[in-house]
């Protein structure tokens, strides 16, 4: 089994960066596959989720309306698209696969929509992570 990230790198503020999950391995249609970011001196975070099996999606708030997940089955790949980059989106990325949905947490509501917290429990497999940087 192997999780492949791959497109991190440096960007400035403001700019976009796409990044790849190539997976490997298990039965791809089977797993949600998510990306996790984690800062220097920073707790883990769930960013983005995606079910192969139906296509539901989830996305942490702060980059709600400026990532995209994106799945192609036929080539087992999961993509994020990054834009309007801030540099509090600096981190190590990390995808992660799960057998069925996607982990998530506890639902909130901003007082306009509602967001769903993504947990990495129960998540089966793990990338090694790719560095993205934005600079000011």
């Known amino acids: 089994v192997q999780l492949v990230e791959s497109g991190g790198g440096l960007v400035q503020a403001g700019g976009s960066l796409s990044v790849s999950c190539a997976a490997s391995?298990?039965?791809?249609?089977?797993?949600?596959i998510a990306w996790f970011r984690q800062a220097p001196g920073k707790e883990r975070e769930g960013v983005s989720c995606i079910s192969s099996s139906d296509g539901t999606t989830y996305y942490l708030d702060s980059v709600k309306d400026r990532f995209t997940i994106a799945s192609d089955n036929a080539r087992n790949t999961v993509y994020l698209q990054m834009n309007s980059l801030k540099p509090e989106d600096t981190a190590v990325y990390y995808c992660?696969?799960?057998?069925?949905?996607?982990?998530?947490?506890?639902?909130?509501?901003?007082?306009?929509?509602?967001?769903?917290?993504?947990?990495?429990?129960?998540?089966?497999?793990w990338g090694k992570g790719t560095l993205v940087t934005v600079s000011s």
């Open positions: 992660a696969a799960a057998i069925g949905l996607c982990r998530t947490g506890r639902t909130y509501y901003t007082g306009s929509y509602y967001y769903t917290d993504l947990i990495s429990d129960g998540m089966d497999y």
């Open positions: 391995g298990f039965r791809f249609d089977d797993y949600a």
